[in-house]
């Protein structure tokens, strides 16, 4: 099943491990190495995930999987050591264009006021209710978010075209999930497969922090959970 849903899969964004650690500019021009880089990477999907827990907790596991994609294609091309981007705030115009890709569009103000909310306050002690932001700021801000978005669609060359892992596992959660919510099979097997699922969005979620993305196609990373799953559930 997962083989032949490789079919429209295109490979025009995928390198060998060899190409990235040779032509990484993070570290043939600033001298990272590509642990380092790899270190980078995981902080700028992370910041991104706690950006999209704050914007929609239960919509936008998709979104951030491609936000991911585009964050992770556009430092093949670009330094995370350059000091002339910051690496989260470019993660938080990769959302925004996700979710315009997407269908699932968040007024640039909210994203934005996430983000400065999360910069001021990473353990989220402070009440959303009780955050404040000079608008001078704001705005900046906002111009800062649409500049890096455009950066990011000249980097891809326009192309939004991403499958994720989350796609392929919904595909597979849709066609299977009635054998296993069958009444005559139990509610110890209901339980197993819920706890199956949980499991898969987990680890899917855990391989965007990591350039997978840019070495195997998405279905291998699909299947990769779903084998783990398999194992530890």
């Not at 995981?42 to 995930?49: P, Y």
């Not at 001078?136 to 890096?148: G, M, N, R």
């Not at 009635?178 to 819920?194: A, R, V």
Request: one cysteine or more.
């Amino acid at each position: 099943i997962l083989q032949r849903m490789a079919s429209n899969e295109s490979s025009n964004w995928l390198f060998t491990l060899n190409f990235l650690v040779k032509n990484s500019p993070s570290c043939r021009d600033d001298g990272l190495d590509f642990e380092a880089e790899k270190g980078l990477r995981k902080t700028g999907i992370q910041f991104m995930q706690r950006l999209c827990e704050m914007i929609d907790h239960e919509q936008l596991d998709d979104p951030l999987a491609v936000a991911s994609v585009f964050y992770h294609r556009f430092y093949v091309w670009h330094s995370l050591a350059s000091k002339a981007i910051d690496h989260k705030v470019l993660a938080t115009a990769a959302v925004f264009l996700a979710l315009k890709v997407r269908e699932k569009r968040r007024k640039l103000d909210l994203v934005c006021r996430c983000f400065l909310y999360l910069q001021e306050n990473p353990d989220r002690k402070l009440p959303w209710r009780q955050f404040s932001v000079n608008e001078d700021i704001l705005a900046k801000f906002k111009e800062l978010v649409v500049k890096l978005e455009c950066q990011i669609l000249r980097t891809l060359e326009f192309d939004f075209e991403v499958r994720t892992p989350y796609q392929i596992f919904s595909f597979f959660y849709r066609k299977y999930k009635n054998y296993f919510h069958d009444e005559s099979e139990g509610e110890e097997l209901k339980l197993k497969f819920k706890k199956f699922s949980e499991n898969v969005m987990s680890f899917i979620g855990d391989s965007l922090r990591t350039p997978l993305c840019l070495l195997v196609p998405p279905h291998y990373i699909a299947a990769a959970c779903l084998y783990l799953s398999c194992k530890y559930t």
